[in-house]
Nanobody, 127 residues
Framework: QVLLVESGGGLVQTGGTLRLSCTTS????????MGWFRQPPGKEREFVAA????????YYAESAEGRCTISRDRAKNTVYLEMNNLKPEDTAVYYC????????????????????WGQGIQVTASS
C-alpha cells in the first residue's frame, strides 16, 4: 500500500488557476502510474488525468484537455495537477490515485487502473 497525501486545494475564483500536489508519503514510488479523479457534488467519481510514472505519458479526460496539465517529479515522489481557467463545474473533491506495477495492463483512465487512493481534497471554483 502507498500512502498518498494531497495538497493545494481550496477556493479559487472562476477563471483562476490552481495546482494540486500529491506525494507518496514516506516511500519512493515505483509503481506504474498516478492519476487524478474528481467527484462533483451529487455525482460519481470521474477521471481527470493520468501519467505513467517512468515514461511520463499523459492522458486526459475531454473536460480536462487544454485546461489541465498533469506532471510528476520522480525525485520528490510527487504528481501535480495544474488547472487553468477554472469553472464552477470544476468544483469537486479531487482524489489522487496510484497504481502498482501489477496493474500495468489496466486502463489508467478508469478507477480499475488504481489500487491506492488519497483521502481527497476539496476544490471550489466560484465567482
Amino acid at each position: 500500500q502507498v500512502l498518498l497525501v494531497e495538497s493545494g486545494g481550496g477556493l479559487v475564483q472562476t477563471g483562476g488557476t490552481l495546482r494540486l500536489s500529491c506525494t507518496t508519503s514516506g516511500r519512493t514510488f515505483s509503481g506504474y502510474a498516478m492519476g487524478w479523479f474528481r467527484q462533483p457534488p451529487g455525482k460519481e467519481r470521474e477521471f481527470v488525468a493520468a501519467i505513467t510514472w517512468f515514461g511520463g505519458s499523459q492522458y486526459y479526460a475531454e473536460s480536462a484537455e487544454g485546461r489541465c496539465t498533469i506532471s510528476r517529479d520522480r525525485a520528490k515522489n510527487t504528481v501535480y495537477l495544474e488547472m487553468n481557467n477554472l469553472k464552477p463545474e470544476d468544483t469537486a473533491v479531487y482524489y489522487c490515485s496510484a497504481s502498482s506495477v501489477d496493474l500495468r495492463y489496466a486502463d489508467i483512465t478508469t478507477e480499475r487502473g488504481y489500487d491506492n487512493w488519497g483521502q481527497g481534497i476539496q476544490v471550489t471554483a466560484s465567482s
